[in-house]
């Protein structure tokens, strides 16, 4: 038999030989094809040549480069088009070796409805395309969620759903604390209520002092007009903004300004991002970006800047810890992005200087507790090695869990813990279908099978060690499982509740060898174990509680003859769910579209019995 010769190594200084001067996009692949590094240049023959005609390279590019098997380059027109494609590329491909920002959340907003006469405030995130306007971004949810609670304390700008709004026949709850001046049922004239909505957005765009001047001026004439009682509530109104602009203004803040710091430490990289919309801090946010290669801080903010403002509202100044290799340029891909003057700093003084030291020490006081974390995880897998005597620690732990109510609707977990912790992009749910209400051992059977088929296929990663939440009996029911399939090599420990239930009591069920471990309250292991159980548990619950509310809402409303699936959406969206469906009287019913006496009085009767 003739053997297939081995496949020719790459040879990088002849493909060098073959590139232009030209800037473009260069990529590295190794010999499955899978993409190992991108890369930009302003000048592709000098910039690829730097991997293969040097004599010596750091460690981990030497062992990049040992693994090309295949490079392909993109001409482009200017640095800065390339720039712009290695960014989009990083994001899209995530190849192994390109500093990668681990961040696909879009930011949240406060959106400010338009086109009615009782506009309302409400948290806002994803597609910014419904008629209104909307202020941020803010870096997180409890940003956005406690500037909204101020609003309505400050203005009283209703927050709720329209379907909720259109459909009240009485003040809420929020009229009745004073968060709300109750436009559902016209308490207040739209002129009256315009007022509000247009001193919130002032007060959002950063006019704070306008706002108050206006409102002491309202002041001043309410009590000349002796309406004293409105003076006094207007005077409440003052005093409270001067509170909260004291509080929250910021001296020496541009009226839009990112402040950003790296520090890097035992392989690890975290961006501290200060955020000031209109003079006015919201806060910051950390980032830990994904370090494959050898880097400096000044590479990964410019790595950090490229994918996460090339996509986002850019603020009008960046000021940045360090200087950017390709600064200058991608600023001016800034401006094209945004459409307006955008100046990226790294050599400030006075305030600015002091705003970099805060976003400097906050970096390493966040990478300082990371790194924390990450031992303490690490120490815990260490544990679990001694405990179960195993040859190396586990890089991969799968646990499963079950979740129905009475039987029904039944759900099943797999979750996945690694050394770094939870992988939430591995997670799985099942849906359990066609096994006896309540018989947990064939949800379990059935969860187990769907998921490791694809492993005896010889497609998807094996768990070094499989925790099933249950003891003997569910064990039994993986290893039966695990035997049918002919997988091996994994290690199946039960995890079975202790006396009372109690935390810290729990026994391991060890199935190779049938002991029963009782590490104790104080064991890492058995936290890591309790830790990894109850994010299975919760996934099941979460899953199983959205089938539950999925199945009420068609199995209520799709018998009622008449109602298809346009009705029932309409429902649904006019009273936000089915229980504002099952509040709503016949006449209310009679106000959707397509909905007539009739079925109105069908639809009642069948959620009312």
């Not at 910014?128 to 949810?141: A, I, L, Q, V, W």
């Not at 179960?388 to 009475?406: A, G, K, M, N, V």
Request: hydrophobic content about 40%; proline content about 5%; aromatic content about 6%.
């Amino acid at each position: 038999m003739q053997s297939t010769p081995p496949p020719q190594a790459f040879d990088g200084k002849a493909f060098v030989k073959t590139l232009s001067t030209s800037p473009g996009v260069y990529r590295y692949f190794d010999e499955d094809g899978d993409l190992l590094y991108v890369g930009k240049a302003g000048n592709l023959k000098k910039r690829v040549g730097s991997y293969f005609l040097k004599p010596r390279m750091e460690p981990r590019i030497a062992a990049m480069v040992s693994q090309i098997a295949r490079a392909e380059i993109t001409v482009t027109r200017t640095e800065g088009e390339a720039l712009l494609l290695e960014s989009q590329l990083i994001k899209s491909l995530k190849p192994r070796y390109n500093i990668l920002l681990r961040d696909d959340k879009s930011y949240p907003y406060i959106y400010l409805s338009g086109g009615e006469d009782y506009p309302r405030l409400a948290f806002h995130r994803g597609a910014r395309n419904m008629p209104g306007r909307y202020f941020g971004p803010y870096p997180s949810t409890f940003a956005v969620r406690e500037s909204l609670n101020l609003m309505q304390k400050l203005f009283k700008v209703r927050q709720c759903e329209d379907s909720y709004f259109k459909n009240r026949s009485r003040p809420c709850l929020q009229h009745q604390i004073g968060r709300c001046t109750a436009p559902c049922v016209q308490l207040i004239t739209i002129e009256d209520y315009r007022n509000d909505v247009r001193h919130a957005e002032m007060f959002l765009e950063g006019r704070s002092s306008a706002v108050i001047d206006e409102l002491a001026g309202q002041m001043e004439q309410a009590s000349q007009s002796l309406a004293f009682e409105r003076a006094a509530s207007l005077r409440d109104q003052v005093a409270a903004l001067r509170k909260l602009q004291a509080e929250h203004h910021v001296q020496g803040a541009s009226a839009d300004m990112d402040v950003l710091a790296c520090r890097i430490e035992a392989g690890m990289a975290c961006v501290s991002v200060l955020f000031f919309r209109n003079g006015i801090s919201l806060g910051t946010r950390d980032f830990f970006p994904r370090l494959p290669l050898d880097a400096e801080p000044a590479d990964v903010l410019e790595q950090f800047v490229a994918q996460y403002y090339l996509d986002r509202p850019v603020p009008r100044e960046l000021i940045l810890g360090e200087t950017l290799p390709s600064q200058q340029i991608l600023g001016e891909l800034l401006v094209q992005q945004s459409g307006h003057a955008v100046e990226l700093k790294s050599s400030v003084r006075g305030e600015r200087a002091r705003f970099l030291q805060m976003a400097e020490r906050n970096a390493q006081a966040s990478l300082t507790a990371r790194l924390a974390s990450r031992q303490t995880l690490g120490a815990r897998f260490d544990d679990l090695q001694k405990l179960l005597e195993l040859s190396e620690p586990p890089r991969r732990i799968e646990c499963f869990d079950i979740s129905h109510t009475q039987g029904e609707l039944t759900v099943a977990s797999c979750v996945v813990f690694g050394p770094e912790g939870p992988e939430k992009s591995h997670y799985r749910r099942f849906n359990i279908t066609g096994i006896t209400g309540g018989d947990d051992y064939a949800a379990m059977h059935q969860a187990l099978v769907r998921r490791f088929r694809k492993v005896a296929e010889g497609d998807g990663a094996k768990p070094d060690i499989l925790l099933i939440d249950g003891g003997s009996g569910q064990v039994a029911q993986a290893l039966d499982v695990l035997r049918e399939l002919g997988v091996t090599g994994i290690q199946v420990v039960g995890v079975a509740k202790g006396p009372g239930r109690r935390a810290g009591e729990e026994t391991l069920v060890l199935a190779d060898s049938g002991r029963n471990l009782h590490p104790g309250p104080s064991s890492p292991a058995l936290h890591l174990v309790a830790a990894v159980r109850d994010e299975a548990h919760r996934f099941a619950i979460t899953g199983h509680r959205k089938r539950r509310e999925k199945a009420r809402e068609r199995s209520v409303l799709e018998d009622v003859p008449g109602v298809g699936a346009r009705r029932r959406s309409a429902l649904l969206k006019a009273f936000g769910g089915l229980a504002g469906v099952e509040a709503a009287g016949v006449e209310e019913l009679t106000r959707v579209k397509g909905i007539d006496r009739g079925l109105a009085e069908r639809i009642y009767a069948a959620l009312h019995g």
